[in-house]
C-alpha cells in the first residue's frame, strides 16, 4: 500500500502541471479511427505497468534528498513526473492537422481543452474534420514522346487516382511512386519520383479539387537543358567472385552471356549465380529484377556479401553490369552443454554439430549432428540399472532448388523454394526399457514473392521405432497385467511403422522475415498429415498376412494409419508503444483409422505447459475430466486426439530489457473414443464446453535481442478434473495444488 499511497505533488514545481491523461475527441467516430489520431499526440502520460503508473509511484518513493544511494537507486528506476507542455500541445495540434489536411480534410480544426485539478492536468484534443475534398478532374501532361508510349490509357486504368475519389497527398504520392517504379521496370533507368509533378486547384467555393500530373523531360541538373529520357539495355553481365574492388582477376570463363571473373579458383557453380540472378544481358533495363537478385543472393547461406554496380557505356544507352559476389567460410563446428532436471532427476547432455555451407559448390547445406545424454535415475525400484543414456545422431542435406523434374528452376528462384533431405538416428536406453527409432524425411520449402505466405511440403517422412528390449519387470508391473486395459501404453511399446504424407500452410502479415511482437499483426498457420495409406494399398494388392493383433504389416512391421489436421491463429493489436494485446486460438484433430486404433505417441496432442494452459505443469492437463491417479504412466494417459487453445495476454514495456505479461489461458484436450483407461476423456459435443480448463497468471520477459528468455506463473481458475467446489479453485485457490512455474525460450505464441 506504501508504494501506492506516496504523493508527486512535492515533484511538481510551482506554476506547472503533471500531465495525467490525453485523449483525441473527434466529431466523426470513423476518421479517428482510421488515421489513428491518438498516435499523433506528441506528450504522453507516465509509463503505465499493467494499467497503474507504477514507474511514477517508485520515483515518489526516492524522496528529495538526491545524496542518498536509495534515492538515487529509485529515481533510476522510477519515471518522473511528465509536466505539461505547451509547446508540445501545439505540436500535436499542428500534427493531426496536417494529417487531415493529407487526407483532403483541408478545412480540419483541432482545440485544446484543459482539465486541471490541483496540480495535475488533463488535456482533451477536440477534432473537426469538416467535408472532404474529392477529386473533379483529372489531366495528364507528358512532355517525353518516348514515355507516351507507356503512359497510355492503359497505364491510367491502373492510376491510383479516379475522379470522384477522395483527394489524398499519401496517395498522390503513391502515384508518383507507382509510375516510378514502372518506367524504372521498363528500362529508364535513370528515372526519378522527382520527374512526376503534381498541382491541385480547388473550385471556387467548392470541395473538388482538379489535379494536374505532369511528366517532365529529364534535366541532370538546373544548368543543362532538358532532354528525353533513355530508355537502357542491359550491356554484358560480369561476376567479379571473391575479388576486392579494383583487383584484377586472373582467370575468365563464359557462360550463356555471362563472365565469371576469379582468381585460382570459383568457389560457386555458374549455375548457380546465374539461376539467381534475373539481370539478363541485352534486356532492358528493370529494376525488380535487381532487387529480385539481391534477395536471392541473402538466402543464399554458401554467400557473405554481394553487391551490384551498373556502368553506362559514353554516349550510348546501354548499361554494363557488374556483380561482386564473396563466398563465406564453408565449415563452421558447433559444441553445446545442457544440464537437465527430470522430476529431481540430475542429468547432462553433450552435442556436436558441424556444417558445410557448400558442399558441391551450389550453396547445398550439410549438416551433422551427434548428442549424447545422461541422466542418473533415483527411486526407481525393481530394475537393475539405475540411469537413463540416449545418443542420437543427425543428418541433414539442403538444396537451395525445388528437386522436382516438372517445376522449372527459374519458378523455384522466384518463390524461393529449397528442399531438404535428413536422416535422424535415437537410441534410448532406460531401465525399463530399449528404444530405437530412425526417421528419414523428404520435404520441400516455398513462399509467395511477398513472403507472406509459407509453404511447406512433406512428401514422404519414415519412422520406424523398435523396442529391442523390455525389462521383466516393467512387463509385469505395466504392460501384462493391465492386459488390456491400457491400450495406449502398450500401443507405445511395440515395434512399429510411420508413413507421413504432410502440407503446412503459414501467414504472416507482416511477412516471413518479421516478429509480429507487439504490432497490429497476425499468422494463420493450418497443417495436415496423413500416414499409411500407400503401405496399406500395397499390403492390400499383395495380399499380405496380418499380425496377432490384426494388424496389416510391411515387412513383418506393423504401420499406423491416421489423419491429423491442425489449425493456429495468433493476433497482436498494439495499443500504445508500450502495451498491446495478443490472441491465440488452436484447434487440434487426429484420428486414428484403418489399421489403427491408436495415435502414436509422438502423434498424439498435450495440454498443458509454457505454451498451453500454464496453470498446469506440462503434460498435466486432460483429457476431457479425467483424472489421472497412476503417476508411473500418467504421462501416456494424459494425451489426446483432439485440442483446444485458447489465450488472451496482456503485454507491457517494464524497464531495460524487461516486458511483463498478464494472462489468461482456456483449453483441454479430448479422445475421439471412449477408452477404460481414460474415463471421461471422450469428446462430446454436449459436455466439452464444462470441460474447458481456464487459468491466469503473470509472467516476466527479457528480451536478449536473438531470442526472449520466458518466465510464466500461472494458476488453476477453473479445474475439469474436479467436481463441487474443487472445480473452481479460482475461489479457493490452494497454492500447492494450483500453482505452476514455468521457464521458456521464445514467446508462447
Not at 60 to 84: H, M, N, Q
Not at 108 to 128: C, F, P, Q, R, S
Not at 351 to 364: A, D, I
Request: hydrophobic share 35%; net charge positive; charged share 20%.
Amino acid at each position: 500500500m506504501l508504494l501506492f499511497s506516496c504523493s508527486v505533488d512535492k515533484y511538481i514545481p510551482e506554476g506547472r502541471h503533471m500531465l495525467t491523461g490525453t485523449q483525441v475527441l473527434c466529431e466523426d467516430e470513423e476518421v479517428l479511427k482510421t488515421y489513428m489520431l491518438g498516435d499523433y499526440v506528441t506528450q504522453q502520460t507516465n509509463t503505465k505497468w499493467f494499467g497503474a503508473k507504477v514507474p511514477l509511484k517508485i520515483y515518489a518513493l526516492s524522496g528529495t534528498d538526491t545524496t542518498k544511494t536509495l534515492c538515487r537507486f529509485f529515481r533510476k528506476i522510477g519515471e518522473a513526473p511528465v509536466l505539461y507542455e505547451s509547446r508540445k500541445a501545439q505540436q500535436t495540434m499542428n500534427d493531426i492537422k496536417q494529417v487531415l489536411s493529407n487526407a483532403g480534410y483541408m478545412k480540419a480544426t483541432v482545440d485544446e481543452y484543459k482539465i486541471e485539478k490541483g496540480k495535475k492536468m488533463k488535456v482533451l484534443y477536440h477534432v473537426n474534420p469538416h467535408e472532404r475534398y474529392t477529386i473533379r478532374h483529372i489531366r495528364r501532361v507528358v512532355e517525353d514522346a518516348g514515355l507516351r508510349h507507356f503512359l497510355t490509357v492503359e497505364d491510367t486504368a491502373r492510376s491510383l487516382l479516379q475522379t470522384g475519389k477522395p483527394f489524398d497527398v499519401n496517395t498522390l504520392n503513391a502515384e508518383r511512386n507507382r509510375i516510378a517504379t514502372y518506367l524504372r521496370n521498363n528500362g529508364y533507368y535513370r528515372f526519378n519520383k522527382e520527374d512526376v509533378r503534381f498541382s491541385a486547384d480547388t473550385a471556387h467555393n467548392s470541395t473538388e479539387v482538379d489535379i494536374l500530373l505532369s511528366v517532365k523531360l529529364h534535366q541532370k541538373d538546373g544548368r543543362t537543358a532538358p532532354t528525353p529520357h533513355k530508355r537502357y539495355t542491359i550491356g554484358t553481365v560480369n561476376f567479379l567472385t571473391d575479388l576486392a574492388p579494383q583487383q584484377a582477376a586472373s582467370d575468365t570463363l563464359h557462360q550463356q552471356g555471362y563472365n565469371f571473373l576469379y582468381n585460382d579458383r570459383l568457389h560457386f557453380r555458374k549455375r548457380l549465380l546465374i539461376s539467381n540472378t534475373m539481370v539478363r544481358p541485352g534486356m532492358p533495363y528493370n529494376d525488380s529484377h535487381f532487387k529480385r537478385t539481391y534477395t536471392n543472393y541473402t538466402r543464399l547461406p554458401a554467400i557473405s556479401f554481394s553487391s551490384i554496380s551498373l556502368t553506362e557505356r559514353p554516349g550510348t544507352d546501354t548499361l554494363d553490369c557488374n556483380i561482386l559476389v564473396n563466398h563465406a567460410k564453408p565449415h563452421s563446428f558447433g559444441f553445446d552443454i545442457e544440464a537437465t532436471n527430470s522430476a529431481g532427476d540430475l542429468g547432462a547432455a553433450l552435442s556436436t554439430s558441424y556444417q558445410n555451407k557448400n558442399l558441391f559448390r551450389g550453396s547445398e547445406t550439410f549438416t551433422f549432428k551427434i548428442r549424447g545424454a545422461y541422466e542418473a535415475i533415483t527411486g526407481l525400484e525393481g530394475y537393475d540399472g539405475n540411469n537413463y543414456t540416449e545418443l542420437g545422431a543427425e543428418a541433414t542435406l539442403g538444396f537451395p532448388a525445388f528437386l522436382l523434374p516438372c517445376v522449372k528452376r527459374e519458378w523455384g528462384t522466384l518463390h524461393h523454394a529449397s528442399s531438404e533431405i535428413s536422416l535422424q538416428y535415437n537410441m534410448q536406453n532406460r531401465p525399463e526399457f530399449q528404444r530405437r527409432v530412425l526417421t528419414a524425411a523428404w520435404r520441400y520449402k516455398w513462399s509467395s514473392q511477398n513472403q507472406h505466405i509459407q509453404h511447406r511440403f512433406d512428401l514422404l517422412e519414415v519412422n520406424y521405432v523398435r523396442m529391442p528390449w523390455i525389462s521383466r519387470t516393467f512387463k509385469e508391473q505395466y504392460l501384462d497385467s493391465l492386459g488390456k486395459t491400457n491400450a495406449i501404453l502398450k500401443y507405445n511399446y511395440e515395434d512399429l511403422l510411420i508413413t507421413k504424407l504432410g502440407y503446412t500452410y503459414t501467414y504472416n502479415s507482416l511477412g516471413a522475415r518479421q516478429q509480429t511482437y507487439g504490432k497490429n499483426a497476425y499468422t494463420l498457420r493450418f497443417n495436415v498429415e496423413t500416414s499409411g495409406n500407400v503401405l496399406s494399398a500395397i499390403t492390400r494388392l499383395v495380399g499380405a498376412r496380418r499380425n496377432s493383433q490384426d494388424q496389416h504389416t510391411f515387412c513383418g512391421i506393423a504401420f499406423a494409419q491416421y489423419v491429423r489436421t491442425d489449425l493456429d491463429y495468433s493476433k497482436s493489436i498494439r495499443i500504445d508503444k508500450n502495451n498491446s494485446l495478443a490472441l491465440h486460438a488452436a484447434l487440434g484433430i487426429a484420428c486414428p483409422y484403418g489399421n489403427s486404433d491408436q495415435l502414436p505417441f509422438e502423434k498424439r496432442y498435450f495440454a498443458g505447459g509454457a505454451n498451453s494452459v500454464r496453470g498446469w505443469s506440462v503434460r498435466s492437463l486432460g483429457p476431457g475430466k479425467y483424472n489421472g491417479k497412476d503417476q508411473g504412466i500418467n504421462f501416456l494417459n494424459q494425451s489426446g486426439d483432439i485440442k483446444l487453445d485458447l489465450s488472451l495476454e496482456y503485454r507491457t514495456k517494464l524497464f531495460w530489457k524487461f516486458s511483463g505479461a498478464a494472462f489468461v489461458d482456456a483449453g483441454n484436450i479430448w479422445t475421439i473414443r471412449r477408452y477404460a483407461d481414460q474415463p471421461g476423456g471422450e469428446f462430446r459435443f454436449n459436455t466439452f464446453l464444462e470441460q474447458i480448463a481456464v487459468s491466469y497468471g503473470i509472467g516476466l520477459r527479457m528480451d536478449a535481442n536473438f531470442f526472449i528468455v520466458r518466465f510464466d506463473a500461472g494458476m488453476k481458475a477453473i479445474d475439469p478434473a474436479h467436481s463441487g467446489k474443487d472445480h473452481y479453485p479460482i475461489t479457493h485457490p490452494n497454492f500447492d495444488r494450483d500453482f505452476a512455474f514455468h521457464f521458456a525460450v521464445g514467446m508462447p505464441f
